[in-house]
């Protein structure tokens, strides 16, 4: 991971997803690019203010990051428009590893909120690189994560990247499946013995690069449903500090990048999720 670009506004839940952004990159060694899309108030404005309130608002974003950042490699941008707009974009101008938003922020009338629902919710349906949804008062430590196996080609993509972060930070890392009809880690085994059989599937076939965390690492493998609900309840049991989802893309003419599991993650969890395209 080299750049991680965070949304940042002067909330108090910005502040969380910067601090979890920053104990991210040090780990990593990633750089920092605090990124505040600033929406003037005004539509008409005399020659030079525009620069000017952009000015102020760089001295804020300063001030909000405050020494957060200090010990990593980090850059302050301030950028015109919509949250919607400009985030996506930075994070592509800048080459972005991962774009890091708090799951709410100033409100509807602060310039450059994120909620749930809005902001952070396009961002998901719509982005091509991974979004990390940073809930209020998360720690900023990574040590434990639960990442959901859908058992698809696409979903190896976040299998990979959790595995990575892993590696950085140190964190154990539990896979959780559910062994729908039809799921390639499914056993026709009706006996006490389906579960470990499932699970030894799910670690040796669809989670190898987690399974070379060794001790790190662990498998679970239930019948239960909504999928949503069993990850995320999953994570609740293990007091996982992240819960990681792949986002599929649904097609259409939408182009939307997010399913309804991811979704349904996304909305549930109380804690940090990270949807991997």
């Not at 003037?40 to 974003?61: F, N």
């Not at 509807?108 to 719509?126: D, I, K, N, T, W």
């Not at 900023?140 to 950085?168: K, M």
């Amino acid at each position: 991971m080299k750049r991680i670009v965070v949304g940042m506004d002067g909330s108090a839940s910005a502040r969380d997803a910067l601090q979890w952004a920053a104990a991210l990159a040090r780990s990593t060694g990633a750089e920092i690019v605090a990124v505040n899309a600033h929406v003037p108030m005004q539509s008409e404005m005399r020659p030079g203010y525009l620069e000017r309130l952009r000015d102020e608002r760089a001295r804020e974003l300063e001030q909000w990051c405050g020494q957060t950042l200090d010990e990593v490699d980090s850059a302050l941008v301030v950028k015109d428009g919509d949250p919607r707009d400009v985030l996506p974009a930075a994070l592509e101008e800048l080459d972005g590893d991962l774009l890091v938003v708090a799951s709410r922020g100033e409100g509807s009338r602060g310039p450059g909120f994120l909620s749930v629902g809005s902001v952070v919710e396009f961002l998901a349906h719509h982005l091509e690189r991974p979004l990390a949804v940073i809930t209020p008062g998360a720690p900023p430590a990574i040590t434990r994560a639960v990442i959901g196996v859908d058992g698809s080609d696409h979903g190896r993509h976040a299998i990979e990247w959790t595995a990575a972060v892993a590696t950085a930070t140190g964190a154990h890392v539990t896979a959780v499946a559910v062994a729908e009809p039809g799921h390639p880690i499914s056993t026709t085994d009706e006996d006490a013995d389906w579960q470990l059989a499932s699970e030894r599937v799910l670690a040796n076939e669809w989670a190898e690069p987690l399974a070379a965390l060794g001790d790190r690492f662990s498998a679970v493998v239930s019948r239960a449903a909504p999928v949503a609900d069993v990850i995320v309840d999953e994570a609740a049991g293990a007091d996982a500090d992240l819960v990681v989802a792949g986002a599929r893309g649904v097609g259409g003419v939408t182009g939307l990048r997010i399913g309804g599991t991811a979704l349904a993650i996304l909305h549930r969890a109380d804690r940090p999720v990270v949807l991997v395209p």
